[in-house]
C-alpha cells in the first residue's frame, strides 16, 4: 500500500525516492505550446442615419438611372456606401492553422522486444518521460497476459540524468528483471531482461550518454 505522498501529493511506496507520477523537473528542456491565433472579428458599420436601408441586388444598383451631380456637370449612378455594403458577400471566417509542432510529442529513447508469449517478436517503443506497462489497453505498452495486473509497473526515463527506471506498480505477482524481483524499483541497463507474468522484453535502450534528443529534437 502506498504509505507517503511526494512534493506534489501523490500517493506513492514509502522506498521510492522518484515519484512517476510527476512532471518533468524545471531543468529538463520544454517544448514551446503552439495554438493558432483567434482571428479578431471585423467591426459591425454603424448606421449612419436612423432612417433603414432597403437592401438592393447589384443588378439593380447598376440599372439605376444616372442622375447629375452637384455641379450639374454629367451623370453618375447612385453608389453610397449602404448600398455597396448591402450587396457585398459578408466576410468568410478563415481558420489560422497552428504550427506544425507537436507540443506534446514523446521521443522514442528505447524499446522492449518480446522474447516469449504472445509478444514474441513485436517491438514496443519506450518514450520521454513515464510510460506505464500493465494489461489495461489504455497503457503505453500493454502486456496480454492473465498474471500482468492491468497497471503493472511504471517504465521512466530521466533525460537529464540518462536513465532507466523500472518501478512495480503494486503488482499482485511482481516484476522481474534478469529473473530477480525488483522492490520496489530497479534501474535498467542495456540488455536487461524483464519479466512480467510469463512475458519476457529484451530492453534495449537508445539514448544514453552520448547519444540523445536534443531541445530541437534533433538525435546527437
Known amino acids: 500500500m502506498a504509505d ?3 512534493e506534489n501529493g501523490h500517493f506513492i511506496d514509502e522506498n521510492w525516492d522518484i515519484c512517476p507520477y ?3 523537473d524545471e531543468s529538463e528542456p520544454e517544448i514551446p505550446v503552439v495554438r493558432p491565433r483567434a482571428v479578431e472579428p471585423r467591426a459591425e458599420p454603424r448606421a449612419v442615419d436612423a432612417a433603414p436601408v432597403r437592401p438592393i441586388s447589384i443588378a439593380s444598383a447598376l440599372a439605376a ?3 447629375a451631380d452637384q455641379t450639374g456637370r454629367g451623370g453618375h449612378r ?3 456606401s449602404s448600398a455597396l455594403a448591402a450587396v457585398q458577400p459578408p466576410p468568410m471566417e478563415r481558420t489560422v492553422a497552428a504550427s506544425q509542432v507537436n507540443a506534446t510529442k514523446r521521443y522514442v529513447v528505447a524499446w522492449l522486444v518480446g522474447l516469449s508469449g504472445t509478444s514474441r517478436g513485436e517491438s514496443f517503443p519506450v518514450r520521454m518521460g513515464r510510460n506505464i506497462i500493465g494489461r489495461d489497453r489504455r497503457s503505453d505498452i500493454v502486456i496480454h497476459d ?3 495486473s492491468s497497471h503493472h509497473a511504471d517504465l521512466v526515463f530521466r533525460p537529464e540524468e540518462k536513465r532507466f ?3 512495480d506498480h503494486n503488482s499482485t505477482n511482481g516484476t522481474y528483471v534478469n529473473e530477480m524481483e ?3 524499483r530497479r534501474d ?3 540488455k536487461d531482461v524483464i519479466r512480467i507474468g510469463a512475458q519476457q522484453f529484451l530492453f534495449t535502450p537508445l539514448c544514453h550518454d552520448g547519444f540523445h534528443w536534443d531541445d530541437e529534437g534533433l538525435l546527437k
Open 4 to 6: 507517503k505522498r511526494c
Open 22 to 24: 510527476c512532471p518533468q
Open 65 to 67: 438611372p444616372a442622375v
Open 78 to 80: 447612385p453608389t453610397s
Open 146 to 148: 492473465e498474471q500482468a
Open 165 to 167: 527506471i523500472l518501478m
Open 182 to 184: 525488483i522492490e520496489p
Open 188 to 190: 535498467l541497463s542495456a
